[in-house]
């Protein structure tokens, strides 16, 4: 069994690496909050001091971290990953990025040696927890390949989408559509709600035909409800929006309709609700519309 | 068996004229274009010279036509359904209407002693020839229970939303969400395309996770594969867009992506695609981003 290598344990990171636990890997790890760590995972884990030891003590590493910025951090900063790694180990960086930073992470360790594969995953903390997440891959098939095992531990459906960046992009555009549908609901509902239709019964009418979407039926519920306890936060699925849109920017590609649901996050953000659930969208539309 | 009339044998009113005659019922039609009605369904109906005789010859009047203005004008203009009526008569318009026109013809119906529902559909040609409509239906419960063999021998999935105009809203609704996640998907899956990623694999993988929507499924698809044959055309669904941000407009519920949305359609007419699928949102995004 191989050795595994964890860096970043916050909400979605913790409960994977407790999967890999249970299913009896033995795991260095690293977090910037070391006292934390140490005492939820009590003595079944080796705690590292550096992103650069966890990598010196394991043949794959993960990282599970916020943002593009942390994983070039605990990549290339002081005491990261790429001092310490080996020609034979793997990297995987599950986080959510910018499929830009994820090739120039996979070109600097594949001039060590060294295979990385982009696994950001879909699914949120339950998925987390009840190892559920679908996981979009972006990387070379061998990788893919050595790493399945461990991503059959993590989650469920499990796809190569392609070369290192692709993973990425797939999950880039799942965020993309995910924001943009739940705002076309929230624009559909409260334009309802403020006509006086019952919605709940729109709602119902609409999941039968072309307008049915996963997020109608679980975000079109929220809204109705009015329930906005995340869940997934504006706050980080407006971060994900950034990625869309810098790399439709990048591509130079225009995203109208992004850019437009991510402005009415910054709005969310801007009245402090960036803690709410993404379905949010509809308790702005909800203030827009006066309805509330 | 009630004798029914029918006003407006277009592309969907025709297969939904023949579906009830192959169910038994007599039926007296009227359209503008009466030659081209006549020799299509043979002797098999009375044509009726006006809307007005028609509501005389018939206890059920059944309306399916382009929009608000030629409703109004069937039921209002000159040889009107309304000058033909009798206190039993029941008026069903299957049109995509605006909601507030909807409630004029019902007050003014009213007014005459007959019940009316407004009960468009979603579903297009195929949905109209198999009977397979979605029918979303705004009125009283009892014109409801009275018009369900009619719905059934229609369509399927059959819902009445509520008071009149309800139906309408619930329609519009549809349009709306539908409009907006084809814009969402191509967004996706162009800026997919120009980073060089196997689109087909980020739709497949998309589809098992909270992105997944009949649209994804179905558009998604047609985009991939530069299909855009109608289906339903994205003048139509201009139209429907417009009754969407009239009815905003009216109600003041600002619907910013319901108007990028349409500003898009408005795109594609002006490049003469008016008459292509509304996946062409993908067409569009194809040329903004130069990768068709």
Redo the contacts between chains.
Sequence with gaps: MEKIGFIGLGIMGLPMAKNLIKAGYSLTIFDINTKAIETLMKEKVEVAESPKRVAECSDIVITMLPDSPEVKLVVFGPGGVIEGISSEMLFIDMSTIA?ATSREVYKALKEKGVESLDAPV??GEVGAIEATL?I?VGGLEDAFDRALPIFNILGK?I????KS??GQ??K???Q??????I???A??????K?????VS??R???L?????????E?HGKRIIDQNYKPGFTIKLHRKDMNI?LE??RD????????A??AS?MDALLSIGSGDMDHSALGFL?EK???TN
Tied chains: 1, 2.
């Design positions: 499929p879909s699914g679908s979009m459906n796809v190569l989408i392609g960046g692709a992009m797939a880039v555009c799942n993309m559509i995910v924001g943009i549908t705002q076309a609901v624009e559909a509902m409260i334009l309802a403020k006509a006086g239709v019952d019964k729109v119902k009418a609409l039968g035909g072309f307008a049915q979407s996963k997020i109608l679980l869309a790399t439709g591509l130079l590609v225009p995203l109208s309709t992004t437009m649901v009415n539309m827009l519309a006066n």
